[in-house]
C-alpha cells in the first residue's frame, strides 16, 4: 500500500431490483438494471484495491448485510462501513469524517463511473498536498470524485443531488468558504440510457473485467 495516510471511500448501494440504476430500468428493465450495477460495483472495488493506492472502505447502503457485499469483502482487501444518514449529502459527510479520523486526506467516489481509473485517484491524492478540495467532475453536472483533507459539512448540506448544479454548487461554496479546489479531468457516468452504448463500447469494461478477484 503506497499511501497509509489516505483512504479512499466507496459509496454503494446493494444490488436490489428495482432499488438501483431506476433510471435505466426502461431499457434493461429491474433485473437487468440490478446485474449492471452489481458489475459497476465489482469493477470499481476490483480497480482499486488491485491499485493498491491506500486502503479501500466500501460504505455500504441500508446496511452492510446484503451478500454481495459480503463476498467482496472476502474477495478484496476491502473495510466495510454502513452509511449513515437521512439524505446522500449527509451520508458523505458522516463518511467523511470518521475517515478523517483515520487519515489527513479523504476520497469519496461511486460505482457508476466506469473511465474513473487509479490514475485519477493519484492525482487527486497528490492534489490535496496543496489544494483543499479535489474534484472530478461528470459529463452530466455532477462529480465522480471528491477528495478532502478536512471536514466541509457545507459542500453537502442542501444539495441538489442527481441533478446537472452538484459540481458548479461545490465550485461556489468552494469559493464561499475560501477553500481551494483543484478540479481535473471531466468524466463520463452511466446513469441514463445513451450512456449505455458509450459503455458497451468501451474496453476496460469488457465482460469478464472485473469477474475474478484479484
Given at each position: 500500500m503506497r499511501l497509509a495516510d489516505a483512504r479512499i471511500l466507496i459509496f454503494a448501494k446493494a444490488p436490489q431490483p428495482g432499488r438501483v440504476k431506476t433510471r435505466l430500468v426502461p431499457a434493461l428493465g429491474e433485473a437487468g438494471a440490478c446485474a449492471l450495477h452489481a458489475?459497476?460495483?465489482?469493477?470499481?472495488?476490483?480497480g482499486l484495491c488491485g491499485a493498491a493506492l491506500a486502503p479501500?472502505?466500501?460504505?455500504?447502503?441500508?446496511?452492510c448485510d446484503h451478500p454481495a457485499f459480503a463476498e467482496l469483502a472476502r474477495a478484496y482487501p476491502v473495510a466495510l462501513f454502513s452509511q449513515q444518514g437521512a439524505d446522500l449529502g449527509q451520508r458523505m459527510a458522516h463518511a467523511a469524517a470518521q475517515a478523517l479520523e483515520r487519515a489527513p486526506r479523504v476520497l469519496l467516489v461511486g460505482t457508476d463511473a466506469p473511465a474513473l481509473l487509479p490514475g485519477h485517484l493519484q492525482q487527486a491524492l497528490s492534489a490535496l498536498d496543496e489544494a483543499e478540495v479535489a474534484m472530478v467532475p461528470a459529463e452530466d453536472g455532477g462529480?465522480?470524485?471528491?477528495?478532502?483533507?478536512d471536514r466541509v459539512p457545507g459542500l453537502f448540506e442542501r444539495m441538489p443531488w442527481?441533478?446537472?448544479?452538484?459540481?458548479?454548487?461545490?465550485?461556489?461554496r468552494c469559493a464561499d468558504l475560501g477553500l481551494v479546489l483543484r478540479e481535473l479531468e471531466t468524466l463520463w457516468d452511466v446513469d441514463r440510457s445513451?450512456?449505455?452504448?458509450?459503455?458497451?463500447g468501451y474496453s476496460a469494461f469488457a465482460e469478464g473485467d472485473a469477474a475474478t478477484p484479484g
Open positions: 458489475r459497476l460495483l465489482r469493477h470499481t472495488v476490483h479501500v472502505e466500501l460504505w455500504c447502503a441500508p446496511d462529480y465522480v470524485l471528491l477528495g478532502m483533507r442527481g441533478t446537472d448544479q452538484v459540481a458548479e454548487l461545490t465550485r461556489s445513451e450512456d449505455l452504448v458509450r459503455l458497451t
